[in-house]
Structures are given as C-alpha cells and as structure tokens.
C-alpha cells in the first residue's frame, strides 16, 4: 500500500483537475453501513430486500413499511464526516479538486464542508410533498410519526432517487462535464455496480484513474492504480 499511496500523492501534486467519485464505502468509517460491502445492509435479513424496499413501487404501494425502513435504516442526521470526507474538503480548498460526484444521500461531504458536490442519488437532507412540492428538512421527516405528511395533507418523499426513478438531468450532465475535463479521476468507496452511476467513468479522458475500494470491483481492470484498503487510511496517509 505504502507504494501506491506515494504513486497516489505524486499524481494529486501534479494535477490540477482533480474529481472525486464515491459511494457508501465513504461513509462506513463515519459509521453509516453501506448496501454490498461486508457489514452491509444487503446481509441483514428484512421481509423484503433493501433494492425492493428502496424502490419508488414499493414507496407508492407500501408507504408506511417504506417509511419503517427508510426511518431505521437512513437516517444519517447524528453520523459525523470521516477522515476522507475532511480530506476531500482541503483539497478542494486547494484548489485542485474540482467536484465530488457521490451517490451517497447522506449529505456528510457537505457537513465536512464541501461546496462542489453532486449528489447523482439524491439526499435525505431535501423532502417534498407530492401534492403541494411544499420542502421539508430531514429532521421532519425522520421525527414523524408513522408516514410524514405535508400541511396540505400530501405525503411527503424524500429527495432520493429510489430504484426505479430517473436520475435528475442536470446533476448527471454537469456530472459528466466534470469527469470529461478532469485531468485525475479517483474512485472510492463504491462497488461501481449501481447503474447509470457506474457508467459514469467511461467518460474520462484524463491521464490518471485511481480506484480505491476494499472489495474488487468490475472496473479494476481499467484503473492506473487500483487499492484495496480501507479509503480512510488512505486519506489519513496521503
Ligand atoms: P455499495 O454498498 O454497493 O458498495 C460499497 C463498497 O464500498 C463495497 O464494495 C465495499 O467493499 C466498499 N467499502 C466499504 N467500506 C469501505 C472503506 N472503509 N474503504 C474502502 N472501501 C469500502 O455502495 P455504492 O456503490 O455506493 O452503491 C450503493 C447505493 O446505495 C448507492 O446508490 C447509494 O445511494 C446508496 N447508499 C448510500 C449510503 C449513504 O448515503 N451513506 C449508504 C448505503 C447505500
Ligand atoms: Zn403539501
């Protein structure tokens, strides 16, 4: 690893066009479990699978088991940014690092203090009623008892894109621009098995694709460097 980390440090001095591509590996160090890795939610055993749960059907036709879920699984208000996060911050701050594309929802790259991020998958930090599109915060929605509803009497939906639904248009296209122009791209903490998230890197042109992730993933193959660690102590010893 050690090796790798200092091929990876040379590459970040020499960009000048860095973007940062992540998934819910970012978040396990903050204590928040992803879907696939290993404490993942994928093992835990519900009377329906999480991709089925999370699916914009299942919100339309099971709105209260939906919510049960969503409340007990989801919620990310208390979690605080990990090492990485904190990390992506000053880089952006340096100037190099030019947007984080995340298909995280739980909002922690803006709590560590980052300006450019794209959330492909939403977040549960914006909730809108479906009658009324009146915004609620987070913290409404999770303190609700049973469904949350809206004044007007509307459900209200979180702002996350659930199995099913389309990815907003402008995030995915000011999305690929980014990657298009970036000079290093580097990938962490996702299985890249989330589609149309994962098709995202087949447009970078740049000269370096570092993918870091503690499982393999299906883009290995193609990366310039590939670690597989824990991203946290990456960052920490970048
Ligand atoms: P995933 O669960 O499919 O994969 C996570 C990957 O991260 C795994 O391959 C695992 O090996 C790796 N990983 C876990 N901890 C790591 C660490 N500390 N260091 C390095 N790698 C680590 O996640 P995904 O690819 O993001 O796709 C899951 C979907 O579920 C996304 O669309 C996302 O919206 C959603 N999700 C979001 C959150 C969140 O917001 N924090 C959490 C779970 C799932
Ligand atoms: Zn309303």
């Given at each position: ?19 940062f591509?992540g998934?819910?590996?970012v978040s ?53 940014p990990s090492?990485t996060h904190y990390?992506l911050t000053?880089?952006e ?7 984080i594309i995340t298909?995280n929802?739980d909002g922690l790259h803006q709590k560590a203090g980052s300006k450019n991020v794209y959330e492909?998958?939403?977040s ?115």
């Amino acid at each position: 690893m050690e090796n790798s980390i200092e091929k990876l440090r040379k590459i970040i001095e020499k960009s000048t066009n860095i973007v940062f591509f992540g998934g819910a590996g970012v978040s396990t160090e903050s204590g928040i479990p992803d879907f696939r890795g290993k404490d993942g939610l994928y093992h835990l055993k519900y009377k329906y699978p999480p991709e089925e749960i999370l699916g914009i059907d299942f919100f339309l036709n099971n709105t209260e088991e939906f919510y049960q879920f969503y409340k007990d699984k989801m919620n990310s208000l208390e979690y605080q940014p990990s090492i990485t996060h904190y990390k992506l911050t000053k880089l952006e701050q340096s100037g190099k690092l030019k947007a984080i594309i995340t298909q995280n929802i739980d909002g922690l790259h803006q709590k560590a203090g980052s300006k450019n991020v794209y959330e492909l998958h939403g977040s549960i930090m914006r909730n809108y009623c479906m009658e009324c599109n009146h915004f609620y915060d987070a913290k409404h929605v999770f303190e609700s008892r049973g469904v949350p509803k809206c004044k007007c009497g509307g459900i209200i939906k979180p702002d996350v894109v659930l199995y099913g639904e389309n990815l907003d248009d402008h995030i995915l296209l000011n999305s690929i621009k980014k990657i298009i122009n970036a000079d290093t791209l580097i990938v962490g903490g996702t299985s890249l098995t989330v589609s149309p998230a994962n098709t995202l890197i087949q447009y970078f042109r740049g000269d370096n694709l570092v993918l870091i992730n503690q499982d393999e993933t299906p883009f290995d193959h193609i990366a310039n460097i590939v670690i597989h660690e824990k991203i946290g102590s990456v960052f920490d010893n970048l």
